[in-house]
Every structure is written in C-alpha cells, then in structure tokens.
C-alpha cells in the first residue's frame, strides 16, 4: 500500500506539471489576452496593469514565476474578479459544485445499478427492453434538453421544485437529477452487462445448484464481481460530473465552480482558468486512485502496483 500511493504520488507530481505547461504554453498562444475589453483601454492605464500582473515580462520568466507560484499553493489573483484570489473564488464554489456533484453521483448509483441489475435478471422481456430504451434516450439526451423538460414539469405544470437559486435542499434536487441522468443510464447499462457475464459463470451455477434462492445467488454472490465495470467507470464519471455542470448550472444559476471556469475561458482571465484546470485534474487524478484501490475490495485477485 505504501508502495502504491508514493507512486501515484509521484505521479500526480508529473501530470500535474505536464497540465500545467501544456496549459500555460496553450494559454499564451490564443489571440488576446486578459487585459483585452470591449472598449480600450487608456495605454497607461494597460502598461500599469500589465506591469501589475506581470505580463510584461518575457514568456519564459513568466512561466517559472507562476510555476513558483503554484508550487506554494498560491494561485494569485483572479483577472476578472480582481478583488478575490483564486484561492478565495475555489474555497466559495468548490463545496457548491461537490453538493451538485455528490448528490448527481449519489442518484446515478441508486437508479443505474438497481436498473441494470432488473434489467440483466430480466434479459429480453418487456421490462428490459423498457429500461435499456430509456437508458439510450438517457445517453443520447443533452443535460441542456433534460433540464428543459424537467422545468416544464416539475416547475410549471407540477409546481414542486424552485427553477433555480441556490440555498435550500428544494435548489438541488432538479439540477442534480439532470447532471445525474446521463451517468444513470450508463451505470444502468454497464451493470447489465456485468451482471450477464457473471451469472454465466460456473461458480454461479453452483451456488444455484446448491438451493440458493435467486436474490441470494444475484446480491451475496454475483453483484460485487459485476460492479467491476461500474468502479471503472465511476473514476472519470466523478470527475466528469464536475468538470460537466457548467452547463447545468447556468440554468439553475447555481454559484459553482463551472460557471466560474467558462467565464475564466471567455475573458482569459489566466490565473482563474489555471487554478480550475490544475483542480479538476487533480480530481481526475483522486478519483482514478480510488478506483484502483476499490478493485482490490471487489476482486481480492487484484493487486495494487
């Protein structure tokens, strides 16, 4: 174990580098810049701000002074919001966009693997077919298309839910089933298609020879194995749904992270846009370990490297 994470350790090390110059460098060669507005700027007025956020300076000065700087875990101060740091901006909307998330994630796992499981014990009657349609439309749907339809439904024609805000239980629960909806319908698909591996399996058969009832023989015998897939999938889903809810919460005019880093992208506000981007990676990287480290509890014949 020790071994593993001083590895991944490392690891995170590099990548992160790697994001970060390949960011910097990408940043750097776009057209414009953040002191760029609609209306001009008086030229000393642009000369003191760039001296300011030292823009002024050669390409590769700047480069090793904002790694410095990233090193020390001070990401500077942001271009659009000048009176926050990017510290500040991530320690106000990073807890809004986990609640989104968690609860997004939460209700995929709760309706995809139930789904999936039905949908494999039942495999080619009327409530698979049903499940797995619904599953496709799930995948094929935009969150933009599914948020539409669930504010006609739920906010105008069945007055329950807010149509958008942030601050009570009642603001999450339509941006969460929208950002979740997609991920449902893939775990939906991927625990059916592990749950029909491992009920072809002969220990499978065994245990059914032996008398096990059939819920028995499905949750003590065949889940854990054909959640493998799920596991994997959840790593990149988890980051995902984060990196995803730009969108979902532009509707909802929830005050998270995404719409933060489509501003930050928009106005080339440098500092803010790499402080996302070196998050989101990070927990990219974070998920991806801990999906490792699962399969080891849902298949003892894996071993951590």
């Avoid at 906010?155 to 603001?171: C, E, N, S, Y």
């Amino acid at each position: 174990m020790i071994r593993f994470i001083v590895s991944r350790s490392i690891w995170l090390a590099i990548t992160l580098w790697a994001v970060f110059t390949v960011s910097f460098c990408l940043m750097r060669a776009v057209p414009g810049g953040p002191l760029d507005r609609e209306r001009r700027l008086d030229p000393q007025i642009e000369r003191n701000l760039a001296a300011r956020y030292h823009l002024d300076d050669p390409f590769w000065k700047q480069y090793f002074r904002e790694l410095g700087n990233v090193v020390r875990f001070d990401l500077g101060y942001s271009y659009r919001m000048a009176d926050f740091t990017v510290n500040e901006i991530i320690a106000q909307g990073l807890p809004i966009s986990a609640a989104l998330g968690g609860s997004a994630m939460l209700f995929a796992i709760v309706l995809g693997i139930p789904t999936g499981i039905v949908s494999a014990v039942r495999r080619n009657e009327p409530a698979d077919r049903i499940l797995m349609t619904a599953a496709t439309l799930g995948i094929a749907l935009p969150n933009f298309v599914i948020a539409g339809f669930a504010i006609i439904l739920f906010v105008f024609l069945i007055p329950i839910f807010p149509a958008a805000g942030w601050g009570t239980p009642a603001h999450l629960v339509l941006p969460a089933l929208c950002l979740g909806a997609p991920y449902a319908a893939y775990i939906a698909r991927l625990t059916r298609t592990g749950m029909l591996d491992v009920l072809r399996a002969d220990y499978i058969r065994t245990a059914r020879a032996k008398g096990l009832s059939p819920s028995a023989v499905i949750f003590r015998h065949a889940l854990r194995t054909s959640l493998t897939p799920v596991v994997s999938f959840l790593g990149p889903a988890a980051a995902g749904i984060v990196t995803g809810s730009p969108v979902v919460e532009k509707i909802f005019a929830i005050p998270g992270l995404g719409v933060h880093f489509v501003e930050a992208a928009i106005q080339r506000d440098y500092t803010l846009a790499m402080g996302l981007v070196l998050l989101f990676t990070l927990l990219l990287y974070a998920a991806n370990v801990l999906v490792d480290a699962a399969y080891v509890l849902l298949d003892p014949r894996v071993k951590l490297g």
